[in-house]
C-alpha cells in the first residue's frame, strides 16, 4: 500500500506525468490537500497524453497543479503562508540524461536542504530511488559506497534521520506508470526499489563545560564539569515520574526481590562528587574533576564564569583523565583530587551507619556512577547502578548470598529471556578486560563471591557474553553489631539495553521523544530505531610517542571521546611501527565517527578531527605525523 503520513499538505516534486500524484488523491480523497509540481512547463508536459488526462484530474478535485518548480529552491515558489508542508514526495530523483552519481548525490543534498526550509516540524520526506542508489544495507545487491548516492548522508547536511524504508512497488499505487528515463517519455525499471523516509533530527549542539557546586567537610566547592557529562547530570532518569526503561528495570528488580524480603529504599541523596583525601579506597578509574580555588563562589559570579570561561576551559585531560596535577589550595583548607563518583559501593559504611535495618530487610539504592573506560557501543563511562544491601549473621553468610542470587536470578531471567539471553551467576574469576569493560569499579573492598553474566546470540559481539553485576561480602563490626553485609551490584543500562534490544548504550540518553514513547507505561519492548543506516565516518590518526610502554591506550580513548562529544564508536589500532635509525615508535589509529540519533556531516566530522588532532598534541605530549 501507499505509505502515507496522517497529516494533510502533500507536496509532490519533481513529477513526470502526475501518475503518481493522481494516485495519492483517488487514495485519500479530499482527506489530503495535495499541492503536485513539475519541473518542465505545462505546454511541455501536456504533450503526453496520460500526464494532461491526470493533471485535469487532479485539478478537477481540488488539487494544486504548479510547473516549473525547481526542488532545490522550493521557498522561491512558496509564500511562508503556504508552507509547513505535512509531508514531502520525490520519486526517482535524477539530473537527467547521463547524469553521473556526483550530480545525483549533489541534487539529494540541496532537496534535502529545500525541504528543510518549508516542511512542517513533524513532516516527513519520501525519496524513492532505484535498486542500489541509496547504499544502505536495505539494498540489494548492495553498491560499493562510493558509488551509491548515500541518501542518508546527504540527507544528514540538511538536518535529516533516515525513520523508515520500505519497498516501492508500483502494483500497489494502482495507476502509477514511472516515466523519464534519459529525460525522455520512457519507462524505467523500478523493481528493487526502495522507498526512504526521512524526519527531522534533533540539532547537534556541542555542548560547553558548566560549573557546578557541592558541599565537601563543610565547605562550598565549585568545579568544572566536562562537557561530555553536562547533559548525564541531574537527567532524573529513576525519578517516580519517569517512564525511562532503566527505571522500569529498577523497580521491577525491586518488585521481585520484595518476594523474598521486605525493601527499604534509600532516598537520601549521595554526592556526586568525591575528595581522594576523604576516601579510603582508590578507584582507578576514576573520572578526576578541575576544583575551582573559591571556598564561598557567588552563584552570581559562577554564572558569569560559565559563559566567560568556557571557551578558554583548562584541559580537563590532566585533571580528570588520571594524569597526575597535584593538589590544590584554598585558604587554610586543603583540596583533594576530586572525582565522580565511580560507584556506589562506597557509601556502604555511610548507609549502613545511617540506616536502621535488620537481617530480615534488603536496603536498596540506586544512580549515577561514572567510569574511565575504553569507547565501545556496549560500555558506557556514566550509567545507573543498583545497589542492594542486606546485614547477615556469621555462619549464615552462603545461605543469605545464595537467595540474593536466587531472587535476582527469577526476576530478572523472564524479562532476558524474552530478548534471547541466559542470564547465569558463576564463581569463575572473569577475565579483568571483561571486568573492567562491563562492571563497576574495582574498590577492592571485599573478594567478590558471583559474578551475573549473561550470554545470547546477539549480532554485536560484545553482547553475546557479558557482566552486568556481582554478589559479595564485606565485613561490618560496629560497637553493637558483628557481621557481615550481603550486597548485589548491578548494572541497570546494560540490563536495559539487553531487555530492549539496544546495541549503543548512547541512545538511552537521547532527547528525542521518539525513544521514550516507546517505552511509556513501564513497556520494555524491543526498541525499534528511528535513525536507520546512520552513516559513518572513517578517519585515520598517526603519532609519534615518546615512550611507548608508557602510553596509555585508555587516555587515548578519553581524549578522543572529549574532542568528538561521544560521536567516535570504535578505536582501533591499525599499525605499530618503529623507525629502524631513530628508533622512534609511530602509532596509527583508526576512528569511526557514527551518531546513533542525530544527523552528523562529513563537515562536522572535519572540525572533530581537526580538534582531536591539536587535542592530543596538547594533553598527550604526542607528535603528530
Known sequence: MISLCPQKRLLLVGEGNFSFSACLCKARGDKVHI????????????????????????????????????????????????????????????????????KNKELLARFFCSCAQVLAEKGEVHVALCRGQGGTPADQPRREWHNSWQVVAMAAEAGFILNDIHPFSPRDAGGYKCTGYRSQDKSFCVEGALNHIFTRSHLLLLPKPLICQTELEGNLVSFWVPEIFRDKINRGFLDGHSEHPVRTVNEKLHEGLGKSLPILKVNRPLPLVLQESGCSYFPLDALWMVPIAEINPDPETV????????????????????IDQGSWKNGDWFLGRLYLRPSLLIFLPTVVQQTEFTSETLLALSGPV??????????????????ILC????????????????????????????????????????????????????????????????????????????????????????????????????????????????????ILWTSDERFL??????????????????????????????????????????????????????????????????????????????????????????AMQMKLRKEMARSLHVTLR
Open 35 to 102: 499541492i503536485a509540481t513539475c519541473y518542465e512547463s505545462e505546454d511541455i508536459v501536456s504533450r503526453q497524453e496520460l500526464a494532461k488526462t491526470n493533471i485535469q484530474y487532479l485539478r478537477d478535485r481540488g488539487a494544486e497543479v504548479h510547473f516549473c518548480v525547481d526542488c532545490i529552491e522550493l521557498k522561491e515558489h512558496f509564500l511562508p503562508s503556504e508552507r509547513d508542508f505535512d509531508c514531502i514526495y520525490f520519486n526517482f530523483p535524477h539530473c537527467g540524461r547521463k547524469a553521473g552519481v556526483k
Open 303 to 322: 554564572a558569569e564564569k560559565t559563559v566567560r570561561d568556557t571557551e578558554n576551559f583548562p584541559s580537563e585531560f590532566h585533571d580528570w583523565n588520571g
Open 370 to 387: 561514572f567510569r574511565k573506560c575504553k569507547i565501545s557501543p556496549c560500555t558506557p563511562p556514566v550509567f545507573h547502578e543498583a545497589l
Open 391 to 506: 546485614a547477615v549473621n556469621k555462619g549464615l553468610e552462603d545461605t543469605r548470598v545464595q537467595l540474593l542470587v536466587d531472587s535476582i536470578h527469577g526476576t530478572l531471567s523472564p524479562l532476558l529471556e524474552a530478548a534471547g539471553f541466559n542470564l547465569g551467576c558463576t564463581t569463575d574469576e572473569p577475565d579483568p578486560a571483561e571486568l573492567s569493560a562491563f562492571l563497576t569499579s574495582e574498590l577492592q573492598l571485599s573478594k567478590r563471591k558471583y559474578f551475573i553474566a549473561l550470554k545470547s546470540d546477539a549480532s554485536d559481539p560484545e553482547l553475546r557474553s557479558c557482566y552486568v553485576g556481582t554478589v559479595g561480602l564485606v565485613p561490618w563490626r560496629s560497637a553493637s553489631i558483628d557481621c557481615k553485609i550481603v550486597y548485589a551490584s548491578l548494572n541497570l543500562d546494560l540490563l536495559a539495553m539487553c531487555i530492549c534490544g539496544i546495541c549503543d548504550w548512547r
Open 517 to 606: 514513547n516507546q517505552f511509556s507505561g513501564g513497556n520494555l519492548g524491543l526498541f525499534a530505531s528511528f535513525s536507520l543506516y546512520p552513516p559513518s565516518y572513517v578517519h585515520d590518526l598517526s603519532f609519534w610517542v615518546p615512550d611507548p610502554e608508557r602510553f596509555d591506550e585508555t587516555q587515548l580513548h578519553a581524549v578522543v571521546r572529549h574532542a568528538s562529544c561521544e560521536l567516535v564508536v570504535s578505536v582501533q589500532l591499525l599499525d605499530r611501527f618503529q623507525h629502524p635509525e631513530t628508533e622512534q615508535t609511530s602509532l596509527c589509529y583508526r576512528l569511526i565517527y557514527q551518531s546513533c540519533d542525530k544527523a552528523l556531516t562529513g563537515q562536522q566530522v572535519a
